[in-house]
């Protein structure tokens, strides 16, 4: 037995010696090749892109915000209304775009029905000049405002006071929390989305399956909307009054995110998500007008950003809240048209990839 046992071992030991040299180690860089695909390669570089692009947005669009072209308005008597806004159209930068309002009540209904940013009322028979403004517009832009007003008040030898004749609600500072409620309504759309993509494949197998997920963001998109309005009007008080419209708006917001990121997905598949994040973070938060408004952002961002459902739902949001809904109907259109295309990309492509695949199988059969 024990002689046996002695030629196992001396044969194990045999064979790998002979496994041993059969199979030399092939080596760091083979084993890191084989480990590491080109595929992960690229999506590391791909990842790594996405956050350069995210850094250089975001510092782009905030390092220096300047007054573009703000609409404001000059009440004053004939000859000076002239020359004071003939003045303020040649300041340096075209900070503004000013132009002659016949009297204090017009600037008044036209900055509450957001056709100005502002207006600049000039007391002839005294030295202090009235700015209306709107912060409820956005205290970035209204803060703007007052400075520009001052600089060129001081230029003359007068003073300015200001009327806020839209204030922010007493839970909102800043003005921001519509912003942050838009985000939270878009995040929530493209992660949803994502999730139904990552658990089942991001590219449907069938039209069918495609139009089960599709409707299954329904229900989330109602839910979500609910939630949010829920905590910004009866919990917190931030965005007080308007209950139902922001519960619709909120629904829409999270469809035209989910819809989208469903799309990207059925085209590109997995790399579908990294573009859904170029759009709506990359390039739709810092556009979106939170922080600081579209006059105040640099011409790329201040382009764009009332085309994508962050910049139009900031932007509905403050129309809905502050505004009485004043020209809401084209921000919902550019939020309604992320859903429609997002549903006809997504059903159209899962159509296309389903045929494909039939031709295959006929071809191969």
Do not use: C
């Amino acid at each position: 037995m024990r002689a046996a046992s002695r030629v196992d071992t001396v044969t194990e030991r045999a064979n790998e010696m002979s496994e041993t040299n059969e199979s030399p180690d092939p080596g760091f860089l083979a084993d890191l090749k084989d480990a590491v695909s080109l595929r992960t390669v690229m999506l590391v570089v791909g990842v790594l892109l996405v956050q350069l692009a995210f850094v250089a947005s975001y510092v782009g669009a905030f390092h220096h915000p300047t007054p573009h072209d703000v609409p404001v308005g000059v009440v004053a008597p004939p000859q000076q209304a002239a020359q004071l806004t003939q003045k303020l159209d040649a300041a340096a930068g075209h900070p503004l775009s000013p132009e002659v309002v016949p009297d204090r009540a017009t600037a008044v209904r036209r900055i509450t029905s957001t056709d100005l940013s502002g207006a600049l009322i000039v007391d002839p028979a005294s030295t202090t000049d009235e700015l209306l403004v709107a912060s409820g517009g956005g205290a970035s832009l209204a803060t703007a405002l007052e400075q520009l007003a001052t600089q060129v008040g001081a230029q003359q030898g007068r003073s300015v006071k200001v009327t806020d004749i839209v204030p922010l609600q007493s839970g909102d500072a800043r003005g921001l929390s519509g912003f942050y409620l838009v985000i939270g309504w878009l995040v929530g759309g493209y992660l949803v989305a994502s999730l139904l993509g990552v658990a089942k494949g991001s590219r449907p197998a069938t039209p069918r399956r495609a139009t089960i997920r599709l409707g299954a963001t329904v229900p989330y998109a109602l839910a979500s909307g609910l939630g949010g309005a829920l905590i910004v009007d009866q919990w917190l008080g931030a965005q007080t009054g308007h209950f139902w419209a922001l519960w619709g708006l909120g629904t829409l917001l999270v469809l035209s995110s989910a819809t989208v990121t469903m799309a990207f997905q059925v085209l590109f598949g997995t790399i579908g998500i990294g573009l859904t994040v170029l759009l709506f973070v990359v390039l739709g938060n810092p556009s979106a007008g939170g922080a600081y408004q579209s006059h105040l952002l640099p011409s790329l961002w201040r382009t764009v950003g009332g085309w994508i459902p962050n910049g139009a739902g900031t932007d509905a949001v403050r129309r809905i809240v502050y505004f009485d809904a004043h020209g809401v109907g084209s921000r919902l259109a550019v939020i309604v048209a992320y859903i429609v295309v997002g549903v006809v990309v997504t059903l159209g492509a899962s159509v296309l990839r389903a045929r494909a695949g039939l031709g295959r199988r006929a071809h191969a059969g």
